[in-house]
């Protein structure tokens, strides 16, 4: 089993609001990733994380706020978005943060108002 | 930083047709290639990927091709159907320095349509 899942699915949200995106796997992956893609672009890596901790951060805004609980679950804070923001947001995860496959969610969808 | 070229942006093949997408990178120290397909609405799905020890690799109508002297790659779909319709996305990927975590550099992708 390679699943990734990712709640919500779709977000709407206004540039004053507080929300959070969820992401899970159950594959015992010890590195979780969060991208963000625009429309028919490729996916922009934003953060990556390695045994729970923070190990890459590619310069994002800190209107986003990543955070892992723990080795399973992988969350994306948002506070006072823009409308560029609005794009899919994808979370993956990998075996550890020095194997070479990484499998990929569904996205979370979110259009910031 | 590497750097991965992706050809052609879009590509319509009749049912049956193959399909061939080409990608270049630019740094000899990439030593993995990935092949993500996206459909509509959905996460990349990898599938098929390669590794430098190894020149070729199939998996049913899917096959994959590197030649790391030209630091290419390629995708090869046979007999399409129209559920091959998607973006597919290249990708390589070099090892971390000191164990840091590896990132994957990807190709700006192709729509490949399949025409019934």
């Known amino acids: 089993d390679t699943e990734v899942t990712q709640t919500p699915k779709h977000l709407v949200m206004g540039m004053t609001n507080k929300k959070s995106l969820k992401c899970e796997q159950h594959?015992?992956?010890?590195?979780m990733y969060w991208y963000k893609q625009k429309a028919k672009k490729p996916p922009e890596l934003m953060f990556v994380?390695?045994?729970?901790?923070?190990?890459i951060n590619e310069s994002v805004p800190s209107r986003f706020s990543p955070e892992c609980p723990n080795s399973s679950l992988l969350n994306l804070h948002l506070h006072a978005l823009q409308p560029e923001d609005s794009a899919l947001y994808l979370c993956?995860?990998?075996?550890?943060?020095?194997?070479?496959?990484?499998?990929f969610g569904p996205g979370t969808r979110l259009l910031v108002l | 930083g590497e750097n991965v070229e992706q050809h052609p942006s879009t590509l319509s093949v009749q049912e049956g047709d193959s399909a061939v997408i080409k990608c270049t990178y630019s740094?000899?120290?990439?030593?993995?290639f990935p092949w993500y397909k996206q459909e509509l609405g959905k996460g990349p799905q990898l599938i098929i990927d390669i590794r430098s020890n190894v020149g070729e690799k199939k998996d049913q109508r899917i096959a994959v091709t590197l030649n790391k002297t030209a630091k290419h790659f390629s995708l090869h779909i046979t007999e399409t159907q129209p559920e091959d319709s998607a973006v597919y996305f290249c990708a390589a990927s070099i090892p971390g320095e000191g164990g840091s975590a590896r990132q994957l550099t990807f190709g700006s992708g192709t729509q490949l349509t399949v025409l019934p």
């Open positions: 594959m015992g992956h010890r590195a």
């Open positions: 993956a995860s990998s075996q550890t943060g020095t194997s070479e496959t990484q499998y």
């Open positions: 740094d000899s120290a990439s030593n993995y």
């Open positions: 994380y390695s045994y729970e901790k923070l190990s």
